[in-house]
């Protein structure tokens, strides 16, 4: 059996769940992990040390996904907070090029930086390369769009970038764990873990490039951001880490149990065979919908008074909706009956 293969037997099946833009399932053997972890907190048999090498299973593992390696890589919790250092690095004046109706975690803390001038220019995402120029200091935006499944187009938003002498900033959270990634691109990622890495909500990560993280500084730091965490817990007169562990907050001890055997898991996997069995499955529900193929994992369509999503849920599918757009999303789990469920479900009020 291959790594593929175990991953998805690992899952459960037949659960009708097509929403993991929303959040993802958990996998038998990080379910098993996080109820033994529970079990020794009870009994009283738990020690942070042992959560911090958790953390860094987590962390390293994170890195073999996104193809950086696992100095490059901060913990976190939550991506506005992540972002929220970037934010705060925007020299007085400059501009921030986000995506118009992007996820607001990678938008509002740009936003929040008007007081000092910072400009914030939103543009389609159809638009975002040619709207970069000299005065743009960072591009930032979603590799996958949360509320349509849009993919930018990279190549050119990066190329642009470069070509500007722009930084780029990019969202991994709808990317990662089904698109093949490679985080060194860029000069700064964040990816919360909790959608297609199916980890515990909690569990978050910014990458850094070596020209981009000097010009940042660890607004956050704490004990966690110490070189040696264990003799940084009082006082401030200790020595950050020198790469990007700096950036540390200190890990959600529970979810940091679930996400390092899950993401063990999706790391010894190649993300292009889960792209292309989950994007299969989308482009299998437009030919059953009649509507264009879309290439992606994640389907929608308009759906402004929530007709096609409630006929889905009455029928027992999850699935979602934003932004005035039904919303299915298809993983490891799913499979050609959950294709064939949301026709069934729909029928010939979908077309």
């Not at 996998?27 to 048999?45: H, I, N, P, V, Y």
């Not at 691109?185 to 515990?200: F, I, M, Q």
């Not at 790391?267 to 879309?294: F, K, M, N, T, Y």
Request: proline share 4%; charged share 20%; hydrophobic share 50%.
């Amino acid at each position: 059996m291959t790594a593929f293969d175990r991953l998805v037997a690992d899952f459960p099946s037949g659960t009708n769940y097509l929403a993991a833009c929303t959040g993802g399932l958990p996998t038998r053997t990080a379910t098993a992990a996080m109820r033994a972890d529970l079990d020794a907190w009870s009994g009283g048999t738990v020690s942070p040390t042992a959560y911090g090498a958790f953390a860094e299973r987590a962390r390293v593992a994170f890195a073999r996904i996104v193809g950086v390696g696992a100095d490059r890589v901060a913990l976190g919790s939550q991506t506005s907070v992540l972002v929220s250092v970037i934010a705060a690095a925007v020299p007085d004046g400059a501009e921030v090029l986000c995506v118009e109706g992007d996820f607001s975690s990678i938008v509002a803390p740009f936003a929040s930086q008007s007081h000092r001038g910072v400009r914030l220019r939103e543009v389609p995402l159809d638009s975002l390369a040619e709207a970069v120029n000299d005065d743009t200091w960072l591009v930032a935006y979603s590799l996958v769009q949360s509320a349509t499944g849009e993919l930018a187009d990279d190549d050119l938003v990066v190329a642009a970038a470069r070509a500007h002498g722009a930084r780029t900033l990019v969202d991994l959270t709808q990317a990662a764990g089904v698109l093949p990634i490679d985080a060194g691109r860029y000069d700064a990622t964040v990816t919360h873990a909790y959608k297609w890495l199916c980890s515990p909500r909690g569990v978050a990560f910014l990458t850094l490039s070596e020209a981009f993280e000097p010009t940042l500084r660890p607004i956050q730091a704490g004990w966690y951001a110490g070189a040696d965490v264990w003799a940084s817990c009082y006082g401030a007169a200790f020595e950050l880490a020198r790469d990007a562990r700096r950036f540390d907050v200190s890990p959600a001890w529970q979810a940091v149990v679930g996400a390092a055997v899950v993401l063990e898991q999706f790391a010894d996997v190649d993300a292009a065979l889960i792209w292309s069995h989950a994007s299969g499955l989308g482009d299998a529900l437009c030919d059953a919908l009649e509507i264009p193929r879309q290439g992606r994992a994640i389907v929608t369509w308009a759906d402004p008074e929530g007709s096609d999503l409630a006929l889905l849920g009455a029928a027992g599918i999850t699935a979602s909706g934003r932004a005035g757009r039904a919303r299915v999303a298809f993983h490891l789990w799913n499979t050609p009956a959950d294709v064939a469920d949301v026709a069934a479900a729909l029928g010939s009020a979908h077309r």
